[in-house]
């Protein structure tokens, strides 16, 4: 079962298909359809690390207000 997002990437490559297949081949990937299926599945888990540094550090920052003794820093 093919993801309808990766073949409509593919499909609109138009004059960039070329280069992607050789940087698809030369990662080695056994097609273009896989290169774009790891592409995607990277980029969402680095927005899933991102988010979850972000509400780490939301977090860290709420004790950190609440431990100031006084309103000048």
Do not use: H, W
């Amino acid at each position: 079962m093919q993801n309808q997002e990766i073949v409509k990437i593919i499909e609109n490559l138009k004059g960039r298909r070329n280069y992607e297949e050789k940087r698809a081949s030369k990662l080695g990937f056994a097609s273009l359809y896989d290169y774009f299926e790891d592409k995607i599945s990277k980029k969402q888990k680095a927005l899933e690390e991102e988010q979850k540094e972000l509400e780490a550090s939301k977090t860290d920052d709420k004790p950190k207000a609440a431990k100031k003794s006084c309103g000048c820093c």
